[in-house]
DNA sequence: CGGCTAATTGATAAATTTCAAGGGCAGTGG
DNA sequence: CCACTGCCCTTGAAATTTATCAATTAGCCG
């Protein structure tokens, strides 16, 4: 796709690992669109990777006012910020796609403002520590990056109607897929249930269905097999008012 | 209230200022809670503080997809964070009340994801930077707690009513104004139109304010010339599933 | 074939928006 | 002093969106 993910191809990207190689292509990938590579220093992140693990669906990677362990990055699979309200009603507040943080790398000690859990089984990356100067700036704008899809999905739940808001949402993982360097053309994973994408659209699964079909029939999604495609991203984008998110200058790597 | 706030009163919280005395006071007081004050080292935010400004209600503090300038504070009045869609529809994302920082102090430099704007007018306090690494730590919280608030506003929007969503807001203010050493009893300001607490609650203002009258008729709040008073608030509490905000160990000042 | 989970459907209820209008109150200018 | 204006709050009625409840169907896996 970029030019960057060119640039971090090949034995740069990976790490070995008990005879094995991590990974580090989507975080390094997403990372380069947020500050200019030779900041970036690619050398810290792989110098402090100790060791990836998989785990499976379900699986709680972080707790509520839990003090924030060592960094971890997520490599392969998804997850996802949740909160559920004493009686039962649960939001999804935020999705991790592979190459996101699991809870901020720059708040170590910090506590968590809510739990993480893996919705699909999962391969993490364990760091040791991620306190290189050299890294600074980019992890802070990849939490910067998050507090603008947290905005932006405040904006979606407080102003637009069900249609909207999955519109919305659809773009927004596209946009963070392909900064990643997943291909989303001809169609991308979206390993989520329709119960899980009403908990994050705020809605009931009723209705989520329902937008769903609608949106089917109307020719702006397809599905096939846990994949969607999405064959008039413009129309969607008119629907959802949809504005890609930047947060810094840095246009990515070249 | 707090003895942070006797730790912090008297010459220590405000700064000359042509002629008059910048009142940090606030700022102060609220990051007092995020880490311990000898590693807050307040002189560093004392010392880096240029002047202060006032600006009258309805000002432009950041753009959206504006660099960041050097670190604000605000010390007295508010402000929030706010998107205006396409066809009009304004989403309020996050207040902010007085000793807030508009716009992260730790992201010099990125882009704004947002807009911020006075509400009442106000008193700003510019700093020249804020870069001394006894800071970092504590500003690294401030941002969290940011973090934290929005993630409580995604709950109140994805998941509860007008009514528990105003419940909640107004206990969540009452928590901040508490932070920042500002009584919260037998009232506290809240200078926000009806027009304003429902672009917050992401309702039309008619159902805010049918929302409100609920409200008062049951006897949860009374209005007083711009005051609100919460007589009751568990039972706001109960209403709301209303948990406290903690982003730190740190227990405040004492 | 069960036994599970996820997706779907229909009918009804509740929450919320929309539209339209009226009222209070403070400032302002004749 | 009073009319006028602007802003905010309030109200009613009807339309729309979304939730709730209760089944039913589809698909997958051992």
């Known amino acids: 796709m970029s030019s960057a993910a ?11 690992d008990r005879g094995g190689t991590i990974d580090l292509g989507p975080v390094l990938r997403r990372l380069s669109h947020l500050a200019p590579l030779q900041h970036l220093n690619a050398d ?6 100790r060791q990836a693990r998989d785990v499976g669906a379900r699986t709680q990677l972080l707790s509520e006012h ?7 990055v997520l490599l392969r699979g998804w997850a996802c910020h949740k909160r559920i309200l004493a009686d039962g009603r649960k939001q ?8 996101d943080f699991i809870g901020s790398p720059c708040r170590r000690g910090m506590l968590s403002c809510s739990s993480v859990t893996t919705i699909t089984s999962a391969r993490i990356g364990l760091f040791d520590e991620l306190v290189d100067p050299a890294l600074r700036d980019v992890l802070l704008s ?5 507090e603008a899809y947290l905005m932006n999905h405040l904006v979606r739940l407080g ?4 249609y909207e ?6 773009l927004e993982i596209r946009e963070r897929l392909t900064a990643s360097g997943i291909p989303v053309t001809p169609f991308f994973d979206l390993p989520l249930t329709q119960e899980a994408i009403a908990n994050v659209l705020g809605v009931t699964s009723v209705h989520a269905n329902r937008t769903i079909q609608q949106m089917r029939r109307d020719g702006l999604i397809e599905f096939q097999a846990g ?3 999405l064959p008039d991203p413009e129309a969607l984008m008119q629907i959802a008012d949809y504005q890609p998110t930047v947060v810094t200058n840095w246009q990515g790597a070249r």
């Open 66 to 72: 839990q003090v924030l362990p060592a960094p971890r």
């Open 92 to 99: 999804i507040m935020h999705l991790l796609l592979p190459g």
């Open 44 to 49: 810290a992140l792989r110098s402090n990777l």
């Open 142 to 146: 990849s939490d910067a990056q998050t």
């Open 159 to 162: 102003q637009q109607n069900a």
């Open 227 to 229: 994949k969607v495609q």
């Open 165 to 170: 808001r999955f519109a919305h949402l659809l």
């Open 6 to 16: 060119a640039t971090l191809s090949g034995r740069f990207v990976s790490v070995r």
